[in-house]
């Protein structure tokens, strides 16, 4: 069953079970880019999906990455939307990964209304001497002694939360398994495929399956939460990178192949859209807190060029009007 609920803004609901007809509801082509909430009500588990498309191109295409670093990125930013969606906050979620060796940071924001933007620092020739020994890297070969970082910046009259774990396994996915087993001690399972296509076209796809804490709600038919999670794992393994990346494969069809015996309800997706930040009265500020001297060194052919590492974007001021 796949059951999208009414809401307030009046939508219609699909529902179907025990052989009963239920009411057709032909649904448009995906979205390339958006992140889902589901739930698996007889299994008391929450999950979330996200499909990107062209926005990955547009958050990495204008700073020229090398493919190693154009991954890492799409995939840091895919990671970024999924555990940001699991959040009620509003402001700023950002995922952080620093440390030593050819990459020195990934860092992708996502605001509480979908923007989302992303940046990496790297050492070419570090990277390049590293992929010729080792093909395949691991996390730890590619940012060493490195660590991983959760902030969720509400404004400055909000209490910042943040959670910060060591980088391990294979990969940034691994890391936060890692993080949610040994800090939130939160049931958590995802699976991730993030690729570029013949064209130059990434795309990216995830689901995130959580347990809802309120376990003292499920009916005592159902089976033992343990072997809910269990069963919802196993099948979430299933899932094929083929199929997260397939632009014609809808969500609702999707969850329907992996959870059909689960009671899938699925809930509004939420648009995701690059957008960065920056603007000259933010930079502008920034100089001003310059001193003389600092401003004098910044300035080059009578003007102060600044360059936005999230979105590449230059901006050019007088240092006359400072």
Request: hydrophobic fraction near 35%; glycine fraction near 8%; include cysteine.
């Amino acid at each position: 069953m796949i059951d999208r609920p009414e809401n307030p803004e009046g939508n219609t609901k699909q529902s179907g079970q025990n052989g009963e007809s239920a009411e057709v509801v032909s649904f448009p082509l995906p979205d390339d880019s958006h992140v889902l909430t589901f739930d698996l009500e007889r299994a008391s588990l929450r999950g979330r999906i996200v499909r990107l498309g062209p926005v990955l191109n547009n958050l990495i295409d204008p700073h020229g990455y090398p493919d190693k670093i154009s991954l890492m990125v799409a995939e840091t930013a895919t990671l970024a939307i999924l555990l940001s969606s699991m959040l009620k906050y509003e402001g700023v979620f950002i995922l952080q990964a620093q440390g030593e060796g050819p990459v020195t940071r990934l860092i992708s924001d996502v605001t509480s209304g979908g923007d989302v933007r992303a940046t990496a620092g790297y050492d070419l020739e570090k990277l390049e001497e590293l992929l010729q020994k080792t093909p395949d890297p691991q996390i730890a070969d590619l940012i060493s002694n490195g660590y991983l970082a959760f902030t969720v910046d509400q404004g400055e009259y909000m209490e910042r939360y943040q959670g910060i774990v060591e980088l391990r396994g294979k990969s940034l996915e691994d890391s936060i398994h890692h993080y949610f087993a040994q800090s939130e001690q939160i049931g958590t399972s995802i699976k991730m495929a993030v690729k570029q296509d013949g064209k130059g076209q990434w795309r990216a796809g995830a689901i995130m399956l959580q347990h809802v804490p309120e376990h003292d709600q499920i009916p005592q038919d159902y089976k033992p939460v343990p072997d809910n999670w269990n069963r919802a794992r196993i099948l979430l393994e299933t899932c094929k990178s083929e199929e997260l990346l397939d632009l014609k494969l809808h969500d609702e069809t999707l969850l329907y192949r992996l959870f059909h015996e689960e009671g899938v309800r699925v809930y509004d997706p939420q648009p995701i859209q690059k957008g960065c930040r920056c603007t000259p009265e933010k930079l502008e500020h920034i100089l001003g807190l310059l001193s003389e001297e600092d401003i004098a060194h910044a300035t080059k052919d009578g003007e102060i060029r600044m360059t936005c590492e999230f979105c590449n974007k230059d901006f050019c001021f007088d240092p006359e009007k400072l």
